[in-house]
């Protein structure tokens, strides 16, 4: 038997409080998470998104840009980074090199 499980996720690139550096993180978003991230209209958009990361992401001072995968019923809504360089910041963040 074979199981799929479908998560919604945000991955985060900002500054954290302290020491104020850049960081980074991902949340697993629940189903109630995913309905408080709609918009007024009921959709998930970018804003609506980027207005539930404020007041909810609360390890970072202000975050740069995200990258979003949300399981919305049968449809997967992907909100992708507003700058393609955020990814691989984002990347190096999460797992640096090490230096030799």
Same mark, same amino acid.
């Given at each position: 038997?074979?199981?799929?499980?479908?998560?919604?996720?945000?991955?985060?690139? %900002?500054?954290? +409080?302290?020491? &104020?550096?850049? %960081?980074?993180?991902?949340?697993?978003?629940?189903? &109630? @998470?995913?309905? *408080?991230? =709609?918009?007024? @209209? %009921?959709?998930?958009? =970018?804003?609506?998104?980027? &207005?539930?990361?404020?007041?909810?992401?609360?390890?970072?001072?202000?975050?740069?840009?995200? +990258?979003?995968?949300?399981?919305? %019923? *049968?449809?997967?809504?992907?909100?992708? +980074?507003?700058?393609?360089? *955020?990814?691989?910041?984002?990347?190096?963040?999460? *797992?640096?090199?090490?230096? +030799?």
């Amino acid at each position: 038997m074979k199981y799929t499980v479908r998560e919604s996720v945000i991955d985060v690139l %900002g500054y954290i +409080w302290m020491p &104020h550096s850049e %960081g980074a993180t991902s949340y697993t978003l629940s189903n &109630h @998470d995913v309905e *408080n991230a =709609r918009d007024d @209209d %009921g959709r998930l958009t =970018r804003e609506s998104v980027q &207005h539930w990361l404020d007041s909810h992401a609360g390890d970072f001072s202000g975050i740069e840009d995200f +990258w979003a995968s949300l399981e919305d %019923g *049968n449809e997967t809504i992907e909100i992708p +980074w507003k700058e393609e360089e *955020n990814e691989f910041r984002f990347a190096n963040l999460m *797992n640096p090199l090490e230096e +030799w």
